[in-house]
């Protein structure tokens, strides 16, 4: 059976069996490559669907506070402050090998 070579773009490393396989997008990946985050996974749900539309911001307290731009700029930043936090706190997780001689 042949190694399978890693879905992501330009690597030849061999994707790691089970643990490199994404259930989001389907492809395979290698240990490098094998988070969410290192492999830039595009089908997971976009977490802007959480939230109300314009029209609909009353709801979580802030039409009226900030305008509609404002709370748009405020939203796509705590997503991406969400977003590094969380790949950092896996990174900071990551198993270390120790090798011994």
Not at 15 to 22: E, P, S, T, W
Not at 72 to 80: E, F, M, T
């Amino acid at each position: 059976m042949p190694k399978v070579k890693c879905s992501f773009e330009d690597c030849k490393l061999a994707a790691q069996r089970i643990v490199g396989d994404c259930t989001f997008c389907q492809g395979s990946f290698c240990k490098n490559h094998r988070l969410l985050e290192d492999h830039k996974c595009q089908n997971l749900e976009d977490v802007s669907r959480c939230f109300p539309e314009p029209s609909q911001w009353w709801l979580v307290g802030l039409s009226g506070v900030l305008d509609d731009d404002t709370l748009a700029d405020l939203i796509s930043k705590c997503k991406r402050e969400a977003f590094e936090q969380n790949a950092n706190q896996l990174n900071r997780e990551r198993t270390q090998v120790i090798k011994t001689a």
